[in-house]
């Protein structure tokens, strides 16, 4: 029932989402599923290959990663270029349109008489045509994030902290006969 009406809530918050933002809902659905996979690839893994996994280490876990990955979708700087160091792009800066902005772009003016150099420096140019350091951090936080996720598991796993109760009760081991059938005890207490 939780299950159920949760659905149904988190259904309402993404339809209001990308009404507001329609132009932009398949960046929202990448960023939805990059954040869950983040999350959730490290516990499905614990799930499936520990042999006595703690349902309330792979919860923090999936908390954890999915909130950095969040986080970090707003925190890194992005300019959508994929340029993980960065580099001057000239044609990023703003329009020259006078003349003596040119030359003192190019450091150099011109005199009548011969080549007679004028140096007016780097700060003149960023004056007349300012260079910002492109930089693009798209695929960090998705290595990131499960890296904090895989880390908040084993913490978690290895602390005596186990909240037990309705939903942090691990499921018991269904036993498999040798066909690969699952052995299931009825209430009466024969094995299937």
């Known amino acids: 029932m939780v299950t159920r009406a949760s659905t149904l809530l988190w259904a309402i918050v993404a ?5 507001a933002v329609p132009g932009k809902t398949g960046y929202l659905l990448i960023v939805a599923f990059d954040i869950m996979f983040a999350g959730c690839v490290v516990p499905m893994f614990y799930a499936v290959y520990h042999k006595a996994p703690k349902p309330f280490a792979a919860f923090a876990g999936i908390l954890a990663g999915s909130l950095v990955r969040f986080v970090m979708e707003f925190a890194l700087p992005k300019d959508s270029l994929l340029l993980l160091v960065g580099t001057y792009a000239e044609t990023f800066a703003a329009g ?3 003349y003596a902005d040119f030359k003192k772009f190019l450091n150099w003016d011109e005199v009548v008489a011969g080549a007679n150099f004028v140096s007016y420096g780097e700060e003149a140019q960023q004056e007349v045509c300012p260079q910002r350091m492109l930089e693009d951090w ?3 936080d998705s290595l990131i994030a499960p890296a904090v996720c895989l880390l908040t598991t084993i913490l ?3 602390l005596p902290v186990n909240p037990g109760g309705k939903w942090f009760t691990p499921t018991p081991l269904v036993p498999i006969d040798g066909a ?3 052995a299931v ?3 009466t207490g024969a094995v299937a």
């Open 96 to 98: 020259l349109y006078d």
């Open 15 to 19: 339809a209001g989402i990308a009404s």
């Open 138 to 140: 798209t695929g960090v």
């Open 185 to 187: 005890e009825i209430e």
């Open 156 to 158: 978690f796993h290895f």
């Open 180 to 182: 690969g059938a699952k």
